[in-house]
């Protein structure tokens, strides 16, 4: 009987360690969930952009862009801002190459969508990259977080085309004669176009029709 007694008191204390083992943990996994229902990541935050895989240079196309919040908590004083590459711009705001909004509050599973009409230039052929950056904070924080992404075109031709016209060999001393023709490949009116030459080493300007704006090489 004494045995039995010796060995059911060690079961007892056996169970007893394990119960609360079981306890503690549980306590600490319910800490981990609920204290991480309210950390927000980046990674949960989609910025999904969609438009034209090719656009013609000075033309305007829709560039519309979806913010996915798929954290369990809100994002604070969200600001978006657009980055268009050095020739392209917006149509909206007031800064051509830099376009910013405030969205505010983006609640938790809620989505944003923005439609931004843009504009870009390049050479036909060329790629473009519009950046674009999502700032916001979270509560209890002053901290701002980022999320960015980018979203990419090409340039199926261009508003401007120049064309040169010159002899394919010439001799040394020899006076030489060319044409430059620019053309217009668009819809309406270009403005505030200009056309800069940039001579060979040992070449001397001496006129030209109609004679230079500035210098002897920009009309």
């Known amino acids: 009987m004494t045995i039995f007694k010796k060995g059911s008191s060690f079961l007892g204390l056996l169970l007893g360690v394990a119960v609360v083992f079981f306890v503690l943990s549980l306590a600490v996994a319910a800490f981990l969930f609920f204290q991480g229902t309210n950390v927000v ?17 000075g033309e305007e196309f829709n560039l519309l862009i979806n913010i996915a919040n798929n954290n369990s908590s809100d994002l604070k004083y969200s600001t978006l801002t657009i980055e268009y ?33 843009s504009v870009v230039y390049g050479e036909e052929g060329g790629q ?23 979203y990419k075109t090409s340039i199926s031709s261009s508003p401007a085309a120049v ?9 040394s001393g020899q006076e030489v004669s060319f044409d430059v023709n620019v053309s217009h490949n668009g819809d309406g009116t270009l403005t ?16 030209a029709i109609p004679s230079p704006s500035y210098g002897y090489n920009f009309w």
Do not use: C, H, W
């Open 163 to 171: 064309e040169l016209i010159l002899p394919e060999k010439v001799t």
């Open 128 to 150: 473009r990259e519009i950046k674009i950056t999502l700032e916001y904070r979270t509560d209890n924080s002053n901290a701002i977080f980022v999320r960015e992404t980018s």
């Open 192 to 207: 505030d176009v200009a056309v800069e030459a940039a001579y060979p080493p040992g070449f001397t300007f001496k006129k």
């Open 41 to 57: 990541s980046s990674n949960n935050i989609d910025i999904l952009t969609s438009g034209p895989i090719s656009v013609r240079g």
């Open 85 to 117: 590459p050095s020739g392209s711009k917006t149509t909206e705001g007031d800064q051509e190459s830099r376009f910013t909004k405030f969205l505010g509050d983006i609640k938790a599973g809620q989505m944003i969508k923005e439609d931004i009409k």
